[in-house]
């Protein structure tokens, strides 16, 4: 009496999990080529017990094939050796496309990436924090740099200074002036950093003018004359902020001393007639009188020396860092380049080769 | 044949085997002893962990189906597989033409 497809399983399961190499799906499958191998025995005439023997016969012993499985699988877990092996015998395959890729990053780093400098000033912004006109509030200090900046660093003042220092040479022979400002302005860094303190004081702060050019000396200079180039900006607007504050307070005093004149002469009228002048008349005519004193002291303030301070644009920029000239390359990194390059070129080889591999090598 | 020296064939047996077309795991092994009018008589179970290492391999996929109330795991080549049979078969196809012509005389 042959065993039962059920102990033939538990037998192969038992073995299984005597080599550690249980295998769940392998007993299914085994279920199923049992069953087929038993019904083609039957199909041919053989008695139940005999088409179950072959097919157990057939199919091989238990230990025998949880041995094959733990073969298998330590094979597997071999992979390391067989890896080695491969790529041993493919290295070819994946030497010279690393060296090519290699050779190549560092032509193209050498021709299409010049080595650039970056030379800096930090230039310190100095904010009175008293910063209202009148009944206006002045824009935030970051806000008046950024206007200054934006004016400062414009096309026509860019394509001054492209001329004056002879910036771009090659690309100005080839390229329309305002690509090469363009391009210019790709190199140029102006980061405002704000205070050192409170940000909400809006005490002033510092800013960095920065510019990058294959040449450190240029790089240099042209930083120089950009931050020149703002501290004159900022002149003017403090120079316009203060007309301007002129005009503000002239008209306020216009103003003040027609509102004056009128109420004086209300109240004068009012005398000679022989009415009485109402308290409140005669304190809203006492105010108008402190207001316009106030008005002609602020007016004789500006125009003195000691009290000259334009109420437009208050910021006063001091360069506290002057641009130096640089000593290292700021990048590419060739080395960077280069050795990603190498490094791609060795994964295209790892690839080539193991698809070769897996195509050819006995796994 | 000695069980030993056709393990060493296996996999392209196997790979051969497929080409056709998908199959399962018994007829895989009908196939076998069919062709080689039953020289590879290997124990049949020992085909299926071969089967799992080619599939972990890539060479091979496979998926469950449902046939007349069975279930199977049917089996087929995947383009991988499908390459490798071949540089397997032409390596094979050489290494037997050149054992031939050493032996063959003494045949």
Partial sequence: MPPSIDDYLTRLRQELQRHGCEDARLIEEAREHLADGIDEGLRRGLTADEAEREAFERFGPPEVIARSTLKERTGMRNWLGAVAATLWRWKWWLIAPTLVAGAASSAISYYFLPTRYRSETVIQIQSPGDTLVGAARLP???????????????????????????????????????????????????????????????????????????????????????????????????????????????????????????????????????QSVPDADALAYQVLRDAYKTLLVRREEARSVEGFEPRYSRLRFQITEPARLPEHPEGPSKLGVNTAGTLAGFGLGLLVVGIRGRSTAAL | MNAETLKGHLDLLLLSALQPGPAHGYAIAEKLRARSDGTFDLPEGTLYPALHRLERASLLASH?????????????????????????????????????AVVGGHA
């Fill in chain 1, 140 to 274: 935030a200090t970051h806000e008046q740099f950024e206007r200054i900046a934006k004016n400062a660093l414009s096309r026509t003042q860019l394509e001054r200074l492209i001329q004056d220092v002879g910036l771009y040479r090659n690309e100005r022979a080839r390229e329309p002036l305002g690509d090469v400002v363009r391009r210019m302005r790709q190199n140029i860094g102006v980061e405002f950093l704000g205070g050192d303190n409170d940000p909400s004081a809006d005490d002033g702060g510092t800013f960095v003018v920065s510019f990058k050019s294959p040449d450190p000396r240029m790089a240099m200079l042209t930083t120089t004359r950009l931050a020149g180039m703002l501290v004159e900006q900022n002149l003017r607007e403090r120079q316009a902020g203060f007309e301007a504050t002129g005009q503000v307070l002239e008209a306020q005093i216009s103003d003040m001393r027609q509102r004056l004149v009128t109420q004086e002469a209300q109240l004068a009228q009012a005398r000679a007639s022989g």
């Fill in chain 2, 64 to 100: 469950w189906s449902e046939v007349n109330g069975r279930r199977r795991r049917v089996y087929q080549l995947t383009t991988t597989g499908q390459r490798a049979l071949t540089t397997r078969h032409d390596e094979w196809v050489e290494f037997s033409r050149a054992v031939h």
